[in-house]
C-alpha cells in the first residue's frame, strides 16, 4: 500500500487509528497493540501477499536467535557457543537477503566472467527487506552484546512491522521504538501530535506528488536517452534526479514520522537540509541519518574494534570499507559499488582535509560538495555503468554544450530573445521543467526543512489553512499511481 493512495488517506489510516485509540480507551492494551501489528502486516500484504511469510519467518527467526542470545548463560547445557549461534543468525539473515535481491546480479556476472549461460532466476524484490533485515541484524548485535532489554515477541513483531516505516524507513532502533509501544501515556490521543502528525504527512505528500513526482518526467527522459544528451540536457536530468530523489525519499519520511505521531510513536528524523552541506562528512550528517546512525554503529565501529591497533590509516580504511558495504546495500548492481566507493573514497579525503587543517570558503565547499553528491547520483539512477558514464559526459560537453540546431542560427537571429526559445524548443524537456527545477532548486537552499517547520509548528488558524491549502491542492493531483524510489533499494 502506497501513503500517496486514497486508500491510505481515506480507508486505512483512518480505521487503524480509530480501532487502535478505542481499544486503548477501553484497556485493552495488549489487543491494541496486537490491532496495530495486524493493521501493518496487512499494510504490507497490500502488495503482494505470498511475501507475507517471508516477513513473518524472518522475524520468528530473528526473534529466536535473539532469545536463545540473551538467555545464553542461563542454560546450563549448551552445544553452541554464543558466538557460534550469533554468527548463526547473521549468516542467515544475510543469506536470507542475498538471496533475493543479489543472487541474479551473481548469476549474471558469472556469465560474463566465465562466458557460462546460467538462467537468471528473475527473482521479485519484496518491498522492504533492506529495511527490516538491516533492522534485525542490529537487534541480533545488540542482544550479543547484551544491549537488549525488552524481549517480548508482540513488541519485537510491531517494532520490525509499524507500517509507517516498514518499506523505506527511517532505519528504527528497538531501544528507542520498543518501550514506545508500551508506555501508556502514548495510549491516549494526542491532539497536538494528532495536529503535527497531519502536517507533516501532507508536507510529505506535497513533497512526493508535486515536486518529486514532476521532476520525474525530466529524470525519465533524460537517462532514456544518455548516450545523446548535451551539456545543458544533461546537467538539466542530473540535477532534476537529484531533487526528485531527495524530495520523494525526504517526503516519505515526512509521511513516515507524521504518521507515527498520530500513533503517539516517535520515529527518527531522516533529513536536515543536506543539499546545504559543505562539505561531504556533513552531507552524511544531513542525509539518511538514520543510516548513517546504523553504518556508524553496526559497520564502521566493528571494523575499527578488528583492528588490533587503531591508527588514522585504519580509521579511514574502515571509513571507505563501510560506506563500500552501503553502496552494495542499497542495491545489486555495479552502478551502487561504484557509488558507495565514491562516497567512501570522498570521506576519506575531507577526513584528510580536516586532518591537515584546511580551510574551504563555504560558498566553494557546498558547491564542490553538492556537485559531487548530483555526479555521484548519476550512478544511483542509471541502468547501468555505461548510462552512467554517458550522462557524465553529457555533463561536461562531449555530446556539445547546446543542441546543434541552435548552431546554425546567427547571433543576431539568437538575439531579442529568441535565444530561450529556440533553446527550449531543441532540448529534451520543456520550459516548465526547467523553471521548476530552478524554482525548486532555490526552495531547496533557502527555505526552512520540516525539522525546523516542526520545530516552530504551533496549531493557529494561520497553520490550517496553510495545511488544508496543500492537503486540498496534494490530493487533487494525484491521479495516478506513483511508488516511492526507496522501494526498489
Not at 522492504?128 to 525488552?150: H, K, M, N, P, R
Not at 525526504?250 to 516517535?266: K, P
Amino acid at each position: 500500500m502506497l501513503f500517496n493512495s486514497y486508500e491510505f488517506i481515506f480507508l486505512f489510516l483512518p480505521v487503524t487509528l480509530v480501532i487502535y485509540f478505542l481499544l486503548n480507551k477501553i484497556r485493552l492494551t495488549v489487543a491494541s497493540n496486537a490491532w496495530l501489528l495486524f493493521a501493518s502486516l496487512v499494510f504490507y500484504s497490500w502488495w503482494n501477499v505470498k511475501y507475507l511469510p517471508l516477513i513473518l519467518v524472518s522475524i520468528l527467526f530473528n526473534y529466536t536467535i535473539g532469545y536463545l542470545l540473551v538467555e545464553h548463560g542461563s542454560i546450563k547445557k549448551q552445544t553452541i557457543s554464543k558466538k557460534g549461534i550469533f554468527f548463526f543468525g547473521l549468516i542467515g539473515n544475510l543469506a536470507f537477503l542475498g538471496y533475493f535481491k543479489y543472487m541474479d546480479f551473481f548469476i549474471g556476472n558469472l556469465n560474463t566472467l566465465f562466458s557460462a549461460d546460467l538462467p537468471l532466476l528473475q527473482i521479485v524484490l519484496p518491498l522492504g527487506i533492506s529495511f527490516f533485515t538491516i533492522t534485525q541484524i542490529a537487534f541480533l548485535v545488540d542482544c550479543y552484546e547484551g544491549l537488549v532489554e525488552d524481549r517480548r515477541l508482540l513488541s519485537y513483531s510491531l517494532f520490525v512491522t509499524f507500517f509507517p516505516h516498514l518499506l523505506a524507513g527511517p532505519i528504527l532502533h528497538h531501544k528507542e521504538m520498543m518501550p514506545q509501544f508500551e508506555a501508556v501515556r502514548n495510549k491516549v490521543l494526542n491532539y497536538k501530535n494528532l495536529s503535527l502528525g497531519l502536517f507533516l504527512f501532507f508536507v510529505g505528500l506535497f513533497k512526493k506528488v508535486i515536486i518529486a513526482d514532476e521532476l520525474s518526467r525530466s529524470v525519465k527522459l533524460g537517462f532514456d536517452s544518455a548516450a545523446s544528451l548535451n551539456m545543458v540536457e544533461a546537467w538539466v536530468t542530473s540535477l532534476s534526479y537529484t531533487l526528485q530523489l531527495y524530495f520523494d525519499f525526504s517526503g516519505y519520511s515526512d509521511m513516515a514520522v507524521g504518521v507515527g505521531l498520530l500513533f503517539n510513536i516517535v520515529l527518527p528524523i531522516n533529513f536536515n537540509s543536506p543539499y546545504k552541506a559543505t562539505n561531504i562528512i556533513d552531507f552524511w550528517k544531513r542525509w539518511h541519518m538514520s543510516l548513517t546512525t546504523f553504518i556508524t554503529t553496526y559497520l564502521y565501529a566493528p571494523i575499527v574494534r578488528s583492528f588490533r591497533k587503531i591508527t588514522f590509516a585504519k580509521s579511514m580504511l574502515a571509513t571507505f570499507l563501510a560506506m563500500f558495504i552501503a553502496g552494495i546495500w542499497h542495491g545489486a548492481g555495479w552502478t551502487f559499488v561504484i557509488w558507495g566507493a565514491l562516497h567512501g573514497g570522498a570521506l576519506v579525503v575531507n577526513h584528510l582535509w580536516k586532518r591537515r587543517k584546511l580551510k574551504l570558503p563555504p560558498l566553494l565547499g557546498w558547491l564542490i560538495t553538492f556537485n559531487f553528491v548530483n555526479a555521484g547520483f548519476v550512478f544511483f539512477r542509471a541502468k547501468s555503468v555505461g548510462d552512467a558514464v554517458n550522462v557524465l559526459r553529457g555533463m561536461v560537453g562531449v555530446n556539445g554544450v547546446l543542441p546543434r540546431t541552435i548552431a546554425k542560427f546567427t547571433f543576431s537571429e539568437l538575439g531579442h530573445g529568441n535565444f530561450w526559445k529556440l533553446l527550449l524548443a531543441n532540448l529534451k524537456t520543456n520550459d516548465k521543467a526547467i523553471w521548476m527545477l530552478i524554482v525548486i532548486l532555490v526552495f531547496t537552499l533557502t527555505c526552512k526543512n520540516s525539522i525546523e517547520l516542526e520545530q516552530s509548528f504551533k496549531p493557529s488558524w494561520k497553520t490550517l489553512v496553510f495545511l488544508v491549502a496543500i492537503s486540498l491542492y496534494t490530493l487533487s493531483n494525484m491521479n495516478k499511481v506513483s511508488e516511492f524510489l526507496y522501494f526498489r533499494f
